[in-house]
């Protein structure tokens, strides 16, 4: 496996920022490195100036590129409690004026775990067809990797252990079908949710969200992005509205972001947005 040395990751980040208008500067170095020499392997290129070639020279390839360089979610009902929480105590709170007019956001899409997990959670509370849900991703073929429903079926089966965990109505497999080497979601499930094409500084985030699900999303950013992308979560909540991040994600304390929220359930990482 080819392994970069940190001038050729600057390298890589100038040239993308140069010919794409993308700036990965803002990402954790150690993380960036890793997912770079992932898609080199997957790619089967043999040096930093493969790629930089072809990022170069193939213009359609930045889009694969995008893709493969996010990190996907590799099972459905990731933190099964949390999933729990949303059911048992969340969504029960909620005034029924508030439904009618309720956004959920989904930042950074990649794979589609935590869309489809979302989407079958609000079908067994009977709200799927009531709320409006967007899901962003930087990358077109995410977004239809995504559509597709397809999803490895050797990654199922820790999917289908949480969804018991999570104590769902039904068994998970109600909701795929098996396919050879693949299991299909069913894409019923997300008919009516909005997709959008942004970029890592979330430029096309929507607005009057009430609900953000962002988990294991801050962790690959570097300090001073994740104050930037905290900052845009907070001005995309309406007022009050509940952001959750990953397990591993609470918001640091004496930072800018902590003026911005408040912990509502620590242990799932849970925050509420301050009116500043």
Not at 14 to 33: A, G, M, Q
């Amino acid at each position: 496996m080819v392994e970069l040395g940190i001038v050729d990751i600057r390298e890589i980040i100038r040239l993308i920022k140069n010919h794409y208008n993308f700036d990965f500067s803002s990402f954790s170095l150690t993380s960036f490195k890793y997912r770079l020499e992932h898609v080199i392997a997957k790619n089967n290129l043999n040096s930093a100036e493969s790629l930089f070639r072809k990022l170069t020279d193939e213009p359609d390839f930045f889009d694969v590129f995008l893709h493969q360089l996010c990190v996907p979610s590799s099972e459905m009902f990731r933190d099964p409690s949390v999933w729990r929480w949303l059911r048992e105590s969340y969504f029960p709170s909620l005034e029924e004026k508030h439904i009618m007019n309720f956004k959920i956001w989904l930042p950074y899409c990649v794979s589609g775990g935590e869309l489809y997990s979302l989407a079958i959670l609000l079908k067994e509370i009977d709200l799927l067809n009531t709320v409006k849900i967007f899901a962003t991703s930087f990358s077109n073929h995410s977004i239809e990797d995504i559509k597709s429903g397809v999803y490895p079926f050797k990654k199922n089966e820790v999917s289908i252990e949480n969804y018991k965990r999570f104590q769902g109505d039904s068994d998970l497999s109600n909701y795929f079908k098996r396919e050879k080497y693949n299991v299909v979601r069913d894409t019923s499930l997300i008919k009516n949710v909005e997709f959008i094409k942004d970029d890592i500084n979330f430029n096309n985030a929507p607005k009057n969200i009430k609900l953000i699900l962002m988990r294991n999303v801050v962790i690959y950013f570097n300090p001073s992005h994740q104050e930037t992308v905290l900052k845009t979560m907070h001005e995309s909540l309406s007022a009050y509205g509940t952001l959750i991040i990953g397990l591993k994600e609470q918001i640091k304390p004496n930072t800018n972001a902590q003026g911005l929220f408040e912990a509502v359930e620590l242990n799932e990482s849970v925050y509420k947005r301050k009116v500043v």
